[in-house]
Every structure is written in structure tokens, then in C-alpha cells.
């Protein structure tokens, strides 16, 4: 059974400084990993896919990168601001028997102005 | 990109009732829908697969008589919620997949459902 794991739980930094987040699996079947953003009380917002061929997705000052064999995804936000406060999860479409995404408990990110 | 709705946003249920969710896919046909849980601080959970024209799958511990899914059109599927506890209040997301983009989900907004 697949099992995701987001490291640190919680993270708070200064203003301007970039920080990655960290995203592991425990199975390396999967077609693609996905990071979202959720603010509090809403849904999900779709920040980057990579599909299980690729080694990292760009948008704006996000950066995801994928290891597939190890296991492992990070999320780079470089020159944070306060309005990327919000939890962050990363999810696993795996390609076992499953073929479902799974979630990690997320982390949440504070930027403090 | 692919746009799903979930209504309504929020609903405040009494113990013993009802209560119906909606999921639509609105730009798509979406075949497959699913159905996640969030309690407070926590991630999604998977409660169910829906699927088109037949019985939805249940993820184990989840009750199906006690969430009953519907997913009769290739555009809506429902999560009614029946003889609603105060332990069911939670968050409940939609997402579909899009055929032709198979391997990714699209989310709704969540419907925040809590049971006095």
C-alpha cells in the first residue's frame, strides 16, 4: 500500500527566503506525483504535475523535482512572500493495482511578513 | 483547464438527517469521480470510487449504506450522507478524472458539511 510522507509538518519562515518542501513514497510504481496548495476551509489548488518520465516541473518560483527511484519530491518556493502562507500537499497516482492518488498529511507553511 | 463544482459549499444538517452533495464535471466527461474526507488538520482521505453507470467503490471502513453514491450521468455524480452524526462533520472534495487526460484528477471547491 502506498504510503506518503511530508516533512516538516509545520514550517514558518521570514519573508524572502526560498525553502523547499519535502515529499516521500514508499512505492515507486506511480504515473505521476502532484503538488497542490489548500488555503484554510477551501479546496484544492493544482500547483504542479510531474508525470513519472520527468525529473522536475517549473512554474513562476515553484519548482518540483521527482525521484522516482528513491522515492522522493521536493518542492522549491523560491523568494517566499506572506500570500504562499497555506498548507502544502503532495499526492501519488500510483500505477500498482491501486491506481489511486495518495495524499501526504501536508505541511503548512507560514511566511511572515 | 477542467473545471469541477461541488454544491452546495457549505451545509449545516440536525442529527438524524440527510443530506445530499453534488459533483459536476462542467467542460468534461468524466467517467471515474471520487470522493475524499478532511477532518480538521489532516490530509484527503479516499472514501470512494465512483463510477458511471455502476456501483461505486468503497475504500475500507467506509460505510456504503451510510454514504450512498450516485453517479448517474457522465457529468454528476452525488455523496448523500444518511442519518447524518455529528462524527460526519468534516470536508468532503470531489475530484474527476478526465478521459483524455486520464492519469490526473481535477478537484472541486469542497463542501464543508456539519452535523448539529
Known amino acids: 500500500k502506498q504510503e506518503v510522507t511530508q516533512i516538516p509538518a509545520a514550517l514558518s519562515v521570514p519573508e524572502g527566503e526560498n525553502l523547499v518542501l519535502n515529499c516521500s513514497f514508499t512505492d515507486s510504481a506511480i504515473y505521476n506525483l502532484q503538488w497542490f496548495r489548500q488555503d484554510p476551509g477551501k479546496g484544492l489548488t493544482s500547483l504542479l504535475l510531474i508525470q513519472s518520465s520527468q525529473r522536475e516541473q517549473t512554474s513562476g518560483r515553484l519548482n518540483a523535482s521527482l525521484d522516482k527511484s528513491s522515492g522522493r519530491s521536493t518542492l522549491y518556493i523560491a523568494a517566499s512572500q506572506p500570500g504562499d502562507s497555506a498548507t502544502y500537499l503532495c499526492?501519488?497516482?500510483?500505477?500498482?493495482?491501486?491506481?489511486?492518488?495518495?495524499f501526504g498529511s501536508g505541511t503548512q507553511l507560514t511566511v511572515l511578513p | 483547464g477542467a473545471v469541477v463544482s461541488q454544491h452546495p459549499s457549505w451545509v449545516i444538517c440536525k442529527s438524524g438527517t440527510s443530506v445530499k452533495i453534488e459533483c459536476r464535471s462542467l467542460?468534461?466527461?468524466?467517467?471515474?469521480m471520487f470522493w475524499y474526507r478532511q477532518f480538521p488538520k489532516q490530509s484527503l482521505m479516499l472514501m470512494a470510487t465512483?463510477?458511471?453507470?455502476?456501483?461505486?467503490?468503497?475504500e475500507q471502513g467506509v460505510e456504503k449504506d451510510k454514504f450512498l453514491i450516485n453517479h448517474a450521468s457522465l457529468t454528476l455524480s452525488t455523496l448523500t450522507v444518511t442519518s447524518a452524526h455529528p462524527e460526519d462533520s468534516s470536508f468532503y472534495i470531489c475530484?474527476?478524472?478526465?478521459?483524455?487526460?486520464?492519469?490526473?484528477?481535477?478537484f472541486g471547491p469542497g463542501t464543508r458539511l456539519t452535523v448539529t
Open positions: 465512483s463510477n458511471e453507470g455502476s456501483k461505486a467503490t468503497y
Open positions: 467542460d468534461f466527461q468524466a467517467t471515474t
Open positions: 499526492a501519488v497516482f500510483s500505477s500498482g493495482s491501486a491506481r489511486q492518488l495518495t
Open positions: 475530484s474527476a478524472r478526465d478521459p483524455d487526460t486520464w492519469a490526473e484528477q481535477y
